[in-house]
């Protein structure tokens, strides 16, 4: 969001010396902030909160997810701190609507408005980076993936980036300060926000405000995300081309950094106009005032339309996802056919343990077999063929089966090994989309 500019909302204006000397609404001013802006900033926060709902059900943890659970969170701030700050201020210059907003709640809310939406802003940026960083190791370093990947490592992540994103805004606390004005048609005292002292240091607008604005929210972020994303296309497109040979969790892996790489390009997309204003008020360059200003607001969209759109990658592009929202958001009549549970998972492909749907059909076939008597596991590098007979009610004990009796009662054989009991443990590798993680289950014999 370009909050790095000379103006905020038009309305801190080092020219303006009167609450009332603001720029007239034109309409596109209106069109593009008034009415585009509050529309899909209102959409926005509703897919990110469904997002951050479905990211957040137990089927779906992984470090993955909670980056991008982190991602909603600061994407909804980001959204109204838009919203309040462009979206409701374009309604009344042209308008007339909002008054009481435009002169007396927005200028006492912007000193406060104003650093949290820069935090957000700073957040956003990153966290899309540390996403991007995330896929890298998991696509491209798939052995570093379990000790870089974690859960706890991404709600480390995550609070860093939180942390370094309030201290790097920290001195926009100082930048502005509200001043009054006599309206005299309304008869009323109106307030306005105009820049402080602090803000106008020639120093402190030269170095921090534009310099420090262009690498570390442009230039740095945008390296990185092409390096890392580059190296993700190259990955999938050789992937792609040996995909007969791929896993079924190799695949999904490949599947989500698609996903992500929209995620990125939509990114890009939307912070290039930003990135151009800046460097325009970096080098001093010459444009005509009308196009700028408008440019200015034609970004502010762009940056709102960025943190609202991830909801329709991740159903366009997110299986699960899309799986989860129309079991949790759509009637029975059209989820029917998916024959979810009530919990979200599939009974054909249960990813309560996230994982690859032939490990959990084995899972079941081991315990299926042991309660019906026979099994083979191997432990410590030793296969046990165990077997099992049972008295049963088919074998004519209290029932009306066969009149055969069983010639002892239910205790395991195993083969050549004999031993009063041991476990083995059956591992589940999780997909990073549907969790990031391995599912260890325990087995006791006895």
Not at 135 to 141: F, L, S
Not at 348 to 369: C, E, K
Not at 418 to 430: D, L
Request: glycine share 6%; net charge positive; charged share 15%.
């Amino acid at each position: 969001m370009n909050y790095n500019n000379e103006t905020l909302l038009e309305i801190i204006d080092d020219n303006g010396t009167s609450c009332l000397d603001y720029e007239p609404s034109d309409f596109y001013w209106f069109i593009v902030n008034g009415i585009l802006l509050n529309v899909i900033g209102f959409f926005g926060i509703l897919g990110n909160i469904i997002s951050m709902i479905i990211l957040s059900r137990p089927q779906m943890r992984s470090s993955i997810n909670y980056l991008l659970i982190g991602l909603a969170r600061i994407d909804t701030v980001l959204i109204i701190t838009s919203i309040l700050i462009f979206g409701l201020v374009g309604i009344y210059p042209y308008t007339g609507c909002l008054f009481n907003y435009f002169f007396v709640v927005m200028p006492h809310i912007a000193p406060y408005l104003f650093p949290i939406a820069t935090v957000a802003q700073t957040a956003s940026v990153y966290l899309t980076v540390t996403v991007s960083f995330d896929r890298y190791i998991a696509v491209c370093k798939p052995l570093r993936a379990r000790s870089l990947c974690t859960y706890g490592r991404a709600r480390i992540y995550v609070i860093c980036i939180v942390i370094f994103s309030i201290l790097y805004n920290l001195p926009k606390l100082w930048e502005s300060q509200i001043r009054s004005d006599f309206h005299e048609e309304a008869n009323m005292t109106v307030y306005c926000i105009r820049p402080s002292e602090f803000r106008n240091n020639n120093v402190y607008k030269s170095v921090y405000i534009n310099w420090c604005y262009l690498i570390f929210i442009y230039l740095i972020p945008f390296l990185a995300l092409a390096y890392l994303n580059i190296c993700i296309y190259i990955q999938v497109r050789i992937a792609n081309r040996e995909r007969a040979r791929l896993s079924r969790n190799q695949k999904r892996e490949i599947g989500l950094a698609t996903m992500l790489l929209c995620v990125v390009i939509v990114f890009f997309v939307c912070n290039l106009l930003p990135l151009v204003i800046n460097i325009i008020e970096v080098f001093h360059l010459d444009i005509d005032e009308v196009l700028f200003g408008r440019m200015i607001k034609t970004s502010n969209f762009l940056v709102t339309v960025n943190s609202s759109v991830n909801f329709i990658i991740y159903v366009t592009f997110g299986e699960k996802f899309k799986r989860l929202f129309l079991v949790l958001y759509c009637s029975n009549r059209i989820c029917g056919r998916f024959n979810e549970s009530a919990d979200g998972a599939n009974h054909d492909d249960s990813f309560i343990s996230n994982g690859d749907r032939q490990s959990l059909r084995l899972h079941r076939h081991n315990n299926a077999s042991i309660r019906n008597g026979s099994t083979t596991i191997r432990h410590n590098g030793m296969s046990f063929n165990g077997s099992r007979r049972c008295r049963s009610e088919k074998d004519g004990i209290g029932g009306s089966g066969s009149n055969r009796k069983s010639p002892a009662p239910c205790v395991y054989y195993p083969a050549k090994v004999s031993t009063v009991g041991y476990s083995t443990q059956i591992s589940i590798p999780m997909n990073e989309w549907d969790g990031n993680s391995t599912s260890t289950t325990t087995t006791t014999i006895f």
